[in-house]
């Protein structure tokens, strides 16, 4: 079965560039989650849904950032304007709300820079 | 909110050896999951061991066990006849459940390098 893909694997833009990250989860899983991971912070949340609906977004950093849900099968996270701050590994994980230890499945990540 | 503290950022152990990571964590709530995650140099996030709240017997998989002391807070991850395929960041997780259904976002500890000699 196939994991959570995340795509582009790598991003590197210039500073002022919008970036739209994407995220496929697991088939019939209903959770999604969007996590950042840099050096100085670590691992952190910055949005999830359930069904589709954003539950918490008090991670997400800035007005810059913005997350869509459209459907089951994609999210996208989107900076505009990118800053070199937003350089680091996006991980975006998905789960299936009624299992038992809501385990979250994680994909590859994106590693961002920005010049 | 909750917090994670793994305090040690880094340990060195030879192969086959027995190694303890440690972590902490803060929280009011009663029911909640703990998780250990590792992330290996490819950075791929993998999950390793997980422990409820209210399940009083410490989780075992294979090599790796749990002694997770509730009263205490701490949840240390212990990695019998370590591997050289051991070696990665591991990583403190705690979850709580959501009010509105399945479970919040994983708050993480700041991990632990664990480097396994040959």
């Known amino acids: 079965d196939a994991g959570v893909i995340q795509s582009p694997r790598h991003e590197v833009t210039e500073m002022g560039q919008e970036v739209t990250l994407r995220c496929k989860p697991i088939s019939g899983h209903n959770s999604l989650f969007w996590y950042r991971q840099t050096m100085m912070r670590g691992l952190e949340l910055l949005i999830y849904f359930n069904n589709n609906v954003p539950i918490d977004d008090s991670g997400m950093p800035e007005d810059r950032f913005s997350a869509k849900m459209p459907n089951a099968s994609f999210s996208t996270l989107k900076i505009q304007p990118s800053e070199p701050r937003d350089s680091a590994v996006y991980f975006c994980?998905?789960?299936?709300?009624?299992?038992?230890?809501?385990?979250?499945?994680f994909g590859p990540g994106t590693r961002l820079t920005v010049l | 909110a909750q917090t994670v503290t793994q305090s040690q950022p880094e340990m060195s152990v030879q192969e086959a050896e027995t190694v303890t990571l440690s972590c902490t964590y803060d929280t009011s709530e009663n029911n909640y999951y703990l998780f250990w995650y590792k992330q290996p140099p490819s950075r791929q996030m993998i999950l390793v061991i997980r422990?409820?709240?209210?399940?009083?017997q410490n989780a075992t998989e294979n090599r790796f066990s749990v002694n997770f002391q509730k009263a205490a807070k701490s949840f240390s991850l212990k990695i019998s006849d370590s591997q050289l395929g051991d070696t990665a960041m591991y990583f403190c997780?705690?979850?709580?459940?959501?009010?509105?259904?399945?479970?919040?976002?994983?708050?993480f500890g700041k991990g632990t390098h664990l480097i396994i000699q040959p």
């Open positions: 422990q409820e709240a209210y399940k009083q």
């Open positions: 994980a998905s789960s299936l709300l009624s299992s038992a230890y809501n385990e979250q499945f």
């Open positions: 997780a705690f979850m709580k459940p959501s009010s509105g259904g399945g479970a919040d976002g994983l708050t």
